[in-house]
């Protein structure tokens, strides 16, 4: 298993991440060798319990400590506990939950212990996967572009093109598919774009006890508050050169800046910010891109994709529009990055983290054996 692994031809890789919505976990199949997507198998979710979800809010934006330990028994069961719907994989790629990114500062902390794992699957799992990058000097995040270059080789693009995540925070990614490798210079820029469902979930949780704004009922009812957008854009990440980063929270103040305004008017201003931190962030591109395709929930949001395709000068779609799952799509990107790392191919470079040089990060365990610092 180790050589089938480690050396050539397919893997079969489970993949697994708990965004910034913490809503719950998505685990996906991928069979790929770490350049080439071969095929997607089956997908599941497992969506946290409020009282599970209670504990992981409580240990967000902590590095240690008791809340952090709790949230790490919370995230290795429920991965443990969805894995029991997967049979057949090779390997496991692990993202484990982000608590704190602060890679400027403290570092980046995602929890849940992959060789605990490991031992538990009795199967070979990467994790850890930001940690190097942000030692050597990187965002350590995002991850997904390393993927999205090879989504855009397997739907044959041929022009420029964004791959747009919206999630608790968005994130972008320009590709150039006529590069050779994702490696090589002008081949991807990525960065955040700014917050994207977290406020609103956050303003929806507080004022009506709803866990987010289901097909954006009510910022549709609301009128964008143009005084508010404007001191949101006015803040100085907007106007960073990427690769650029953010903690779920970094914008967390953004709230106030909508708390006099009624439940309607507050969520369209917060779903206005979103799309508007994306036509901020695309400004930075090297080029236009032909078209954006966007996955994560949000793309859910029809009032959201209406603000996009309003601000952007392209076409925006759902992934599913070229035939990849949406919902998935950070999970298949785990299990794409857990193959690259066991073979030592690079999961950042300059242009997706601005480390300084292309770099794999991940820790590979195997079940009963010491950890490999990859
Ligand atoms: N039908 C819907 N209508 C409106 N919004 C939706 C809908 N479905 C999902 N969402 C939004 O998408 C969010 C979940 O998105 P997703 O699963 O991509 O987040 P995540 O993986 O936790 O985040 P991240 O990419 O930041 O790590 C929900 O919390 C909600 O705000
Ligand atoms: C530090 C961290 O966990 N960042 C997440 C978060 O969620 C979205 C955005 O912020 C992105 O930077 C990243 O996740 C995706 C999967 C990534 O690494 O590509």
């Known amino acids: ?79 443990l506990a969805l894995f029991e719907d997967f049979s057949g994989y090779d390997l496991v790629g692990f993202h484990g939950q982000t608590l704190a990114h602060a890679p400027r500062a403290r ?31 990187g965002e350590g995040a995002p991850l997904a572009p390393f993927f999205h ?15 747009l995540n919206l999630g608790g925070v968005g994130n972008l990614t320009y590709v150039d598919p006529s590069r050779a490798r994702p490696e090589e210079a002008g081949a991807l820029l990525a960065f955040d774009t ?24 009510t910022a549709r009812r609301g009128t964008v508050e143009q005084g508010a957008l404007e001191l949101f854009l006015a803040e100085p990440y907007f106007a960073r050169i990427p690769p650029k980063s953010l903690d779920r929270n970094d914008f967390s103040e953004m709230i106030a800046l909508v708390a006099e305004l009624n439940d309607a008017d507050a969520a369209a201003t917060l779903t206005a910010m979103c799309a508007a931190g994306v036509a901020a962030g695309i400004q930075h591109c090297p080029q236009a891109p032909a078209q954006v395709l966007v996955t994560g929930g949000g793309r859910h949001n029809p009032v959201l994709m209406q603000m996009l395709a309003v601000s952007l000068d392209c076409p925006v779609r759902p992934v599913e ?46 079940p009963s054996e010491t950890d490999v610092a990859v």
């Not at 350049?35 to 946290?48: D, N, T, V």
């Not at 270059?149 to 791959?163: G, M, S």
């Not at 799509?329 to 030592?344: I, K, N, P």
């Open 1 to 79: 298993m180790k050589r089938a692994i480690e050396k050539t031809g397919i893997v079969t890789a489970l993949g697994a991440m708990s965004g910034t919505s913490l809503d719950g976990v998505d685990a996906a199949i991928l069979r790929t060798d770490g350049e080439r997507i071969e095929g997607f198998g089956p997908a599941s979710y497992r969506g946290y319990s409020p009282a599970e979800q209670a504990i992981l809010r409580g240990a967000l934006g902590q590095w240690a400590g008791d809340a952090v330990e709790a949230a790490t028994d919370v995230i290795e069961q429920a991965h």
């Open 107 to 137: 570092g980046t902390l995602q929890v849940g212990d992959g060789a605990w794992l490991s031992q538990a699957l009795g199967c070979p799992v990467v994790w850890d996967f930001r940690r190097t990058d942000v030692e050597m000097g």
């Open 149 to 163: 270059f090879a989504c855009a080789c397997h739907i044959r693009a041929t022009e420029p093109l964004a791959f």
């Open 194 to 217: 700014g917050p994207a469902n977290a406020p609103l979930n956050d303003l929806l949780q507080s004022r009506l006890g709803l866990a987010f704004d289901e097909g954006g009922r």
């Open 321 to 366: 529009a070229v035939g990849l799952n949406g919902d998935m799509l950070e999970a298949q990107a785990f299990a794409y990055l857990a193959v690259r790392v066991a073979r030592g191919l690079p999961t950042s470079c300059p242009g997706t983290t601005g480390v300084k040089a292309a770099i794999g990060g991940g820790t590979l365990s195997w």
